[in-house]
């Protein structure tokens, strides 16, 4: 049931379905089936059935919408919750990969000083010079001037650990919010969507992310604490 499946779009989401289920719901799964369950079914929400790509109904969306600040055609999604190991960072690369899969040109955007995401693909953030500490920081850089393809589709705005230092330098400037934003629309939008990771935590990384986003995803963890 892919209205269920859908409830754990996370590693640790997908525990919480996973445990849920056994007599009189679903079938009892394991945590990595309910895992790669739960990013299929996300992904067919997100992308519906696809269309040729350059269509003007490309790429097919859940209803009416207004379109993000890279054109009515591409989809910025930021993922956050300022409570960490909730699967930010696992949701942004399972999903990111899944969507590609089925033909649609994604970015996945690091926005975590832990550089996680980045790690993941395989790129060392503390010898990396173009990263998001650049785009945010150095005057005339771009989103495509720090991006790099990790897959066919798929392309990473890899971060730096020298993000840590952001948090504090943004304050100086009078647009330290909306940093982001700006050097996303500087960007010609040649991509379906933009994933956003974030740090755990309510500060200004992750208000740039929630700023240049036109939708939120919030992973949880299914317990109290």
């Known amino acids: 049931d892919q209205r269920q499946a859908g409830c754990c779009g996370t590693r640790a989401g997908a525990w919480g379905c996973a445990a849920a ?13 309910a895992s790669a369950r739960a990013v299929r079914a996300s992904a067919d929400g997100l992308s519906g059935r696809m269309r040729a790509p350059g269509s003007a109904d490309w790429p097919p969306l859940l209803g009416a919408r207004r379109g993000s600040i890279l054109g009515p055609m591409t989809r910025v999604i930021v993922v956050a919750n300022q409570k960490g190991g909730v699967g930010k960072t696992s949701t942004v690369t399972n999903l990111g990969a899944a969507l590609a899969e089925r033909g649609a ?17 395989d790129l060392d953030p503390y010898e990396l010079t173009s990263t998001t500490y650049s785009l945010l920081m150095r005057d005339g850089v771009s989103l495509a001037d720090i991006l790099r393809p990790v897959g066919e589709h798929l392309w990473l ?5 020298d993000l840590a230092a952001a948090e504090y330098q943004l304050t100086r400037h009078r647009d330290r919010t909306l940093r982001l934003r700006s050097r996303m629309q500087a960007m010609r939008s040649g991509y379906d969507f933009v994933l956003i990771d974030t740090p755990p935590s309510l500060g200004l990384l992750t208000v740039n992310g929630l700023t240049a986003a036109d939708e939120l995803l919030i992973p949880v963890e299914c317990k109290y604490l």
């Open 21 to 33: 289920a056994g007599p009189g719901g679903l079938p009892e799964l394991s945590l990595g089936q």
């Open 105 to 121: 040109r994604v970015v996945m955007l690091d926005l975590d000083p832990q550089a996680a995401l980045t790690a993941g693909w």
């Open 157 to 161: 705005a890899p971060a730096s650990v």
